[in-house]
């Protein structure tokens, strides 16, 4: 098979590009894999976006869908189209860390649902990529393996949870990933590392053999340059999952055929709110959110400034329940060998000990009303555009109560059920990658992909590159603070509640482990305290289900 394409060029490729070579036979994808694999074995060291290297295996299914292709047998627009999955997604026979030491020796013997289907659709799957420990926790050090670096400057951090699916498309190792996000774990990453990341709809895209963090809040979604390159792998992952209880059966569209570059009345809800009053955005991110907005209105969209609720409401909500949920979903472990789990995922865990039954519910009957307080929102506008979180800081500029301490702008869509596209829309100060969100209505993320995909037609941020020299020498990094670091003399009735709470979950926590869970407390004591107690005796909380009979 003949190509006209230098090798030197084919990790630029997007999804679509590559897809529409290997369809008319201009790119061989055994070529192709051989060109990812060597700029991955050579710029890899630098990035550390892998966890586990399936290269020899990639060159061998590229092989058979270069033979199905010659065979006339083409599979569509994801066939011999390399890709890396998220270290928490089942892959049958090859290890599922979830980056931790917890699952280091965790083989599955069976893929995840949304594994299963990239394989169905002829992808050839590079590896399984890094991660924040248990999609949760990071960026930690005290890992098996050390945390993804950002490819536009590797002494910064990329985002997480999601850290190597992004640093392995930034890097251009490989054209596609899929990611998982609870709380932002797929819009950081993105954000920060100048690529573009979907979160979809709850039940959209099957979870089945994704290692949990909240059975609540957990999405799993595509990653990729474009949004033309999300919305195709959104076309090849989606659709019902028998094995995932919150898995939604329905009609799908054809994404890719609503990308359109025209917004003639499609209205624009602007959360302005988000970035102008209860956030820290710089000068730059204002500038840049208001720069896309006028490119916005340019290609005909309607856009008018809408309020949500705070931001630290919604965080609220989503922290009490995830944090319960993930704490029960690994207390065996930390029962048993709290050891292995990282400093940083301890920081975040062990506080949740504190929440009551009586907080879980009241936190679920907010979530119940969240949902209900965007239909107002749903009748006036087709979507929704707000902020990311700034350029990615260094490595030690991460504060391990950061996460307790402050609300952001991804957590509140998590809440409400909304998908959310994350993609760049300019670059800070000190020159690395800015982006923003566009949320839907539940199931819109037709009207979101065209946004974006118009957005991005009519601008170049998508097109910027990292540049990594191979053979360079990634520089060292500091880390971030030690856990725990000065908590003081606690309150005696503080340290007694942490001590009942802990022997209660059945946690012998050493000295350190306990600092950490002291230095969290005042935080998720706090939380709890805010959430309302004014609800009436119907209102439900939001996991309140109705049985389906065939």
Known sequence: METSIQATELHQLTIAQAGELIRSRALSPLEYA???????????????????????????AAHAAESEIAAGEYRGPLHGIPFALKDC?????????????VLASNVPDRDAGVAAKLKQAGAVMMGKVAMHELAHGGPSFDAPWPPARNPWNLSRVTGGSSSGSAAAIAAGLV????????????????????????????????RSGTIPHSHTFDRVGPMGKTVMDCAILLQGIAGRDPGDPASVARTLPDYRGA?????????????????????????????????????????????EDCTMGPLQGYNDIKT??????????????????PGDFGA???????????????????????????IAGMKPLYRRFDAFITTCAGEAPPFSAHDPLGFWKHANPYAAAN?????????????????????MQILGRPFGEEAILRIGHAYQSATGWHRRRAELPAGAVAPPVEGPRPAAAGTGDPDPALRAACQWAAARAGLDLDGRMFA???????????????????????????????????
């Open 34 to 60: 051989r060109a990812l694999v060597a700029r991955a074995e050579a710029l890899e060291p630098q990035v550390n976006s892998f966890i586990t290297r399936t290269f020899e295996q990639a060159l061998d």
């Open 89 to 101: 997604i089942n892959t049958a026979g090859i290890p599922t860390t979830g980056h931790s030491r």
């Open 175 to 206: 054209p596609a990933s899929i990611g998982t996000d609870t709380g932002g774990s797929i819009r950081v990453p993105a954000s920060r590392c100048g690529i573009t990341g979907l979160m979809p709809t709850p039940g959209l895209v099957g």
């Open 259 to 303: 990308l359109t570059v025209d917004l003639r009345g499609v209205r624009i809800g602007v959360l302005r709110h988000q970035w102008e009053e209860e956030s820290s955005a710089s000068a730059e991110e204002r500038r840049a959110m208001e720069a896309a907005l006028c490119v916005l209105v340019e290609l005909g969209a309607v856009v």
């Open 320 to 337: 009490v329940i995830a944090e319960t949920e993930i704490l029960n979903v690994h207390q065996a472990a930390l029962a048993e060998r």
């Open 344 to 370: 940083d995922i301890l920081g975040r865990m062990l506080p949740a000990v504190l929440f009551s039954a009586n907080d879980l519910v009241r936190a679920g009957r907010e979530h119940r009303r969240a």
């Open 415 to 435: 809440v409400t059920g909304q998908p959310v596209l994350a993609l760049p829309n300019g670059f800070g100060a000190g020159g690395m990658p800015l982006g």
């Open 516 to 550: 950490q869970l002291l230095e969290g407390a005042p935080h998720a004591l706090a939380m709890a305290d805010r959430l309302p107690r004014d609800h009436g005796h119907a209102e439900a909380p939001a996991n309140v289900f109705s049985l389906e009979f065939p």
